[in-house]
């Protein structure tokens, strides 16, 4: 497949955009070996925002010696402080997984109270440049970050580039994140009379009831509805990378014999999917109960058990993203101590807005995340 980036020579990188304003440097990498310490420890800083671009270096930066993928780039936005030292103001990824390429992420590794338009807009006229000099503008098919910055993101390259942004966002959500202090760990509640459940990892028999709730997730994302080969895919490489847990339902009924006799069947009502993790973070990316198993707490009772997992194996905080309009699952995450979700809670540190803006799909290639 040929390169959608333009790349200048295979050595030359990282490559310094100079912009106007003279306190700012933008660096791009098409290698995340080649991206400087300094980065990597801005990003580690703060797992929890950085999860959309952290994990995804790290693996990139772990494969590299065996495949070399010409399609990801990082670019990084560093400002020269009044003591000469650099700090890293933002940091953009455009990557890719086996489904297709991801949005644009850009994540800020400085406070959340700087992103105010005097500091956003020279920064992102700059590393707009970037983006420009080095990918297609059909790259660029949605940009997702803090709201502030996705919004004054999309206006300005629409304003630059002439191809329009979407009014309503793809996504809007809240970014929230469960810790080991706060994680709620209740005990486990009952099933309906006649059934019971199992709370395990997926295994390869468990291929096609996944690939089923994969494809009824997708349906409710609109425009990265998938198809079911692409379902297939996706509950193979979540099976395999074993970043899957589902809810399996085991329900007894009378048979139909003349002799009295139970009969069981099993099914999997719920999944719980884990996929950019890091060290330190796991990141819930995707939360499904099928339609027949819906009002049975499954969910609540599948997160918990997950962030359970993976908060006793190691990490110290799971992440997640809630629409604000599924006010039920902000509920059920909440019950399981996921913080800034109840409305009712004052500002918490590292619970932000988040939006995902398209452009215009005649002028954009789509992706999948």
């Known amino acids: 497949m040929p390169a959608i980036f333009s790349h200048p020579t295979a050595d030359s990188y990282p490559v310094q955009v100079v912009p106007n ?203 990265f509805v998938l198809d079911w080969e692409g379902a297939v895919r996706e509950a193979e490489m979540l099976i395999y990378n074993k970043q899957v847990w589902v809810h399996e339902i085991q329900s007894s009924s009378d048979s139909s014999s003349s002799e009295s006799s139970e009969s069981e069947s099993t099914e999997i009502a719920c999944l719980v999917a884990f996929t950019r993790n890091t060290r330190t973070t796991a990141t819930i990316t995707k939360v499904v109960t099928s339609y027949n198993h819906r009002g049975l707490g499954c969910a609540q009772r599948l997160v918990r058990q997950v962030c359970k997992h993976l908060l006793h194996t190691g990490k110290q905080s799971v992440a997640l993203y809630v629409a604000h309009d599924n006010i039920p699952a902000g509920k059920v995450y909440h019950k399981v101590g996921f913080v800034g979700l109840n409305g009712l809670e004052e500002s918490i540190e590292g619970v932000e807005r988040w939006s995902e803006i398209g452009f215009d799909r005649t002028k954009v290639q789509l992706g999948h995340w």
Request: aromatic share 10%; glycine share 2%; hydrophobic share 40%.
């Open 21 to 223: 304003d003279s306190n700012l440097e933008i660096n791009a990498y098409d290698l995340a070996a080649s991206i400087p310490e300094y980065v990597w420890d801005a990003l580690r800083q703060n797992p929890v925002r950085t999860n959309v671009v952290l994990p995804l270096a790290e693996k990139a930066r772990l494969h590299e010696a065996k495949t070399l993928d010409d399609q990801q780039l990082w670019l990084t936005c560093v400002s020269t402080t009044e003591s000469d030292s650099k700090r890293v103001d933002l940091v953009l990824s455009f990557s890719r997984n086996t489904l297709g390429d991801y949005p644009l992420f850009i994540v800020p590794t400085v406070p959340f109270s700087h992103l105010t338009q005097q500091f956003l807009v020279p920064r992102l006229q700059s590393l707009m440049l970037a983006i420009q000099k080095f990918v297609p503008r059909s790259r660029v098919y949605s940009v997702f970050a803090p709201e502030p910055v996705a919004e004054l993101f999309a206006r300005l390259w629409s304003d630059s580039t002439g191809i329009w942004h979407y009014p309503e966002p793809y996504y809007a959500a809240q970014l929230s994140f469960c810790t080991q202090r706060s994680f709620k760990n209740r005990q486990a509640t009952t099933m309906r009379e006649g059934s019971h459940y199992n709370l395990r990892p997926a295994i390869p028999s468990d291929l096609l009831a996944v690939a089923n709730l994969c494809l009824e997730f997708s349906q409710g994302s609109e425009p």
